[in-house]
């Protein structure tokens, strides 16, 4: 079953950009993955699906400053325009058979 | 409005059960796979359960034999019946839809959650 890692955590200012990593596993370099966010004390929300080949297409409603990329077996979640309203955890998520699996998330902070 | 509301989360006591129900609204449960994923506090997600739009059910390996996931499509509701409680159970219970055709890999809609807490 696919294996997803991500840092714990990662800090960035108000206004600039931060690009989150995903990592698959060696088996699974291949695969898709969705990016969620958290904010504190919400439920998740869905941002976008990000391929291997780099495209992504993102939730209803995601603002523009939310993009997603894929290097091998990473796949980025990049944040333009940093916003306090972006701090948060932020989930990578796939799919094995009969089972979906996410990353640990990694916590964002905004200064 | 398209949402998810979960209810039916609680304090049980180990060994119990618990039944948590997911209300959907805007769209109908019958054409989508659906899910239920768990949060312990403070801690990240972990996938628990799925009842796919075919009627397959499948489950995490620690809840096999314990939870039963099921549809109701009368009352476009999704459900999870929990038994054989244990703490390490304990967490904030999402309800979660799958994408539609190959999108249902990943989860496009969730809800807020409900609370359940294993303690005696």
């Known amino acids: 079953q696919p294996v997803l890692t991500q840092s714990p955590s990662a800090s960035a200012s108000l206004g600039a950009s931060v690009k989150l990593t995903c990592t698959l596993d060696s088996g699974h370099s291949a695969y898709a993955i969705a990016w969620h966010q958290q904010q504190p004390e919400k439920g998740p929300r869905y941002l976008m699906t990000v391929y291997s080949d780099g495209s992504h297409n993102k939730g209803d409603g995601i603002p523009d400053r939310f993009s997603g990329s894929s290097s091998g077996a990473e796949r980025y979640l990049t944040i333009s325009r940093l916003q306090s309203g972006d701090e948060a955890d932020y989930y990578c998520q796939t799919w094995g058979t009969d089972i979906r699996v996410f990353g640990g998330g990694t916590k964002l902070s905004v200064l | 409005e398209v949402q998810l509301v979960e209810s039916g989360g609680g304090l049980v006591q180990p060994g119990g059960s618990l039944r948590l129900s997911c209300a959907v609204s805007?769209?109908?449960?019958?054409?989508?796979?659906m899910h239920w994923v768990r949060q312990p506090v403070g801690e990240g997600l972990e996938w628990v359960s799925g009842?796919?739009?075919?009627?397959?059910?499948y489950y995490r390996d620690s809840v096999k034999g314990r939870f039963t996931i099921s549809k109701e499509n009368a009352k476009n509701s999704l459900y999870l019946q929990m038994n054989s409680l244990s703490a390490g159970d304990t967490a904030i219970y999402y309800c979660?839809?799958?994408?539609?055709?190959?999108?249902?890999?990943?989860?496009?809609?969730w809800g807020r959650g409900t609370l359940v807490t294993v303690s005696s």
């Open positions: 979660a839809r799958g994408g539609s055709g190959w999108q249902n890999r990943f989860f496009d809609l």
């Open positions: 805007g769209f109908t449960v019958r054409t989508y796979d």
């Open positions: 009842f796919g739009s075919a009627g397959d059910a």
